[in-house]
């Protein structure tokens, strides 16, 4: 497919065969007016356009990407998990070190990587691990007096490296998926084009005896249906993170 293909639609991509799905299912409900309105309207006529929903929804939101972007995310909250026990413990550190390291565990860094690390703010982890770690390695001797190891500041700096690493690994699926999508725009347009054919006759058809099921065959409504009851997701990539974590 051409890649420069152009989108018929305004809606977000996996909102598309989400949209379709509850007009799929009026229309088999509605299907005998249709079919009365013109005969165009028969069993084929619905067997390919939820053929079309289903290829569509595999394109832009796979199951097996799904799965991918479950395991990523526990691992994400898994490494999380263990950097609020690593952050408890630098501080005590800090702490036994008293006067010895002129800083405070806020001016350390360590107040504000938790806030971070607890609002699962992967972007603002990463950033702020830069700065815990500089001020570990310029205070190593203090803190290695009080009992930090190197293994100890070596598990910091792997906690960073994994975050980094999932961060990645969404970054390229999402961005992938995106490529793929751009590159197939013309099934989502042709299924697209059918889901306006069924609206515009279940307009003609429910117009004026039926504005209940008139809502049924309303993209607008309907979109705003769907995002009303689905979380906010921002489909474009987050930028790669930089895995040079030190």
Same mark, same amino acid.
Not at 169 to 176: H, L
């Given at each position: 497919m051409n890649g420069s +293909? &152009?989108?018929?639609? #305004?809606?977000k991509n996996e909102e598309l065969p989400v949209i379709c799905?509850?007009?799929? $299912?009026?229309?088999?409900?509605?299907?005998?007016?249709? /079919?009365a309105y013109s005969p165009m309207f028969d069993d084929n006529y619905r067997v390919s356009f939820d053929a079309k929903i289903a290829t569509v929804q595999e394109l832009v939101q796979p199951k097996?990407? +799904?799965v991918e972007g479950k395991m990523i995310g526990e691992h994400t909250d898994l490494t999380l998990q263990e950097?609020?026990? &690593?952050? %408890?413990? &630098?501080?005590?550190?800090?702490k036994l070190a008293g006067k010895t390291i002129p800083m405070k565990a806020a001016d350390f860094g360590l107040i504000q990587l938790r806030t971070k690390v607890r609002s699962r703010d992967v972007e603002g982890v990463l950033n702020l691990i830069h700065t815990?770690? %500089? %001020?570990m390695k310029?205070?190593? +001797?203090?803190?290695?007096?009080?009992g930090m190891t190197e293994a100890f500041a070596a598990r910091f700096n792997q906690a960073g490296l994994s975050l980094a690493d999932d961060k990645n690994?969404?970054?390229?699926?999402?961005?992938?998926r995106a490529a793929l999508v751009q590159n197939n725009i013309a099934q989502l347009n042709d299924l697209y084009d059918q889901l306006i054919e069924i609206c515009n006759i279940g307009k003609i058809l429910y117009k004026k005896n039926n504005l /209940?099921?008139? #809502?049924?065959? +309303? $993209?607008?409504?309907l979109l705003k249906q769907v995002r009303r009851n689905s979380k906010s997701n921002d489909t474009a990539p987050d930028k790669p993170a930089n895995t040079a974590v030190e």
């Open positions: +293909t &152009l989108r018929s639609f #305004n809606c799905g509850f007009v799929s $299912i009026s229309f088999k409900r509605d299907q005998p007016d249709f /079919a097996s990407e +799904t950097m609020i026990t &690593l952050i %408890n413990h &630098l501080e005590g550190y800090v815990v770690e %500089n %001020n310029r205070y190593q +001797t203090e803190l290695s007096e009080k690994k969404r970054y390229m699926m999402v961005s992938n /209940a099921k008139l #809502n049924d065959y +309303t $993209i607008s409504f």
